[in-house]
C-alpha cells in the first residue's frame, strides 16, 4: 500500500501536476485548498466505487431487520454503512438494493462490497497516481482556467487508471467457468 500518503500530499500533488503550489490542509484559508476541500471526497469515492479494486473489497454478513418490505422481496437487510456498490451476493438469487438497504427472498445474505475507505495508506500507488491525475484534471479548469490542460489532465489520468486497473486485475487467481462438454461451450 501506499505509505507516507495522506489526502493533503494526494491534494498538493494534484495541484502540482497543474504548476500550484500546494497545501498544508485542507481546512487552508485558500482557493486552492478550498476547491481540494469540495472535491477531494467525491472524486476518491467515485474512483473506487468505479472499479472492484482488491485493496476496498469486502465480505461481510448481513444483518436482517425486522420490517419486511411491503411487497415483490419477503426479506430486508442493512448495507454496510460504507458501502458503495455491491461487487456480489453469494446467494446468487436476485436481490434489490433501495437506499442503505438489500431486499431478497433469502433467510440470510453474504455480499462482497466495495468499501469507502477515508485512509489514503490503503490505496495502492498506481490507484493514488490516478487520483492525483483526476483530481488534477478537476482543477486544471478552475485554477488555471485551461482547457488544454484540463484535457492533458484527462489523458494522464486515463492513463493511471489503466495502469492501475491492470495491476488490480493481476492479483489473485482466475475466476473460471469449467463447461462439461463442448456442447456447453457454445
Known sequence: MASNVTDVSICSNAL?????DPIT????????ARLANRWYEITRDAL??????????????????VTTPSFEYGVAFQLPSDHLRIVKVESGEA????????????????????????????????????LQAQLAMIFAQALVGKQSLQGQMAQLSQYW??????SDALEGSKDYVEAKDLSEVR
Do not use: C
Not at 473506487?48 to 431487520?65: G, M, S, T, Y
Open 16 to 20: 502540482g501536476l497543474l504548476g500550484e
Open 25 to 32: 490542509a485542507l481546512s487552508d484559508d485558500s482557493e486552492r
Open 48 to 65: 473506487i466505487q468505479d472499479h472492484p479494486w482488491n485493496f476496498a473489497l469486502e465480505r461481510v454478513e448481513l444483518a436482517k431487520l
Open 95 to 130: 436481490y434489490k438494493v433501495e437506499g442503505d438497504i438489500l431486499l431478497s427472498d433469502e433467510g440470510s445474505e453474504k455480499i462482497l462490497y466495495i468499501k469507502r475507505l477515508t485512509d489514503p495508506t490503503r490505496f495502492s500507488p498506481l490507484f493514488v497516481m490516478a
Open 161 to 166: 487508471l489503466g495502469r492501475a486497473r491492470t
